[in-house]
């Protein structure tokens, strides 16, 4: 499941060219089924900071290394 080109992996924060290292893992209760997970790419910076912009907003969330396995019912709402 992992492959392809790297060059395509970078990071999702604004003005970010770094390659990503790190998935962004969460959905908005609002309007997503809880089997659904959107991701987010993030190099070693942002992965911290894309998960806090989330678990602001009250999404559940989890940050896992690129191309880790993902059980959507892992995924947490942090509290801030
Ligand atoms: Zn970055």
Do not use: Q
Not at 18 to 45: G, M, Q
């Amino acid at each position: 499941m992992i492959g392809g080109s790297s060059d395509e992996l970078r990071c999702s924060r604004a003005g970010c060219r770094a390659d990503a290292s790190s998935a962004v893992n969460w959905r908005n209760p609002r309007i997503h089924s809880a089997d659904r997970v959107k991701v987010w790419l993030a190099c070693d910076e942002h992965g911290e900071y894309l998960r806090d912009y989330l678990a602001t907003r009250g999404f559940p969330v989890l940050l896992t290394p690129l191309g880790a396995p993902v059980d959507p019912s892992t995924l947490t709402v942090v509290a801030s």
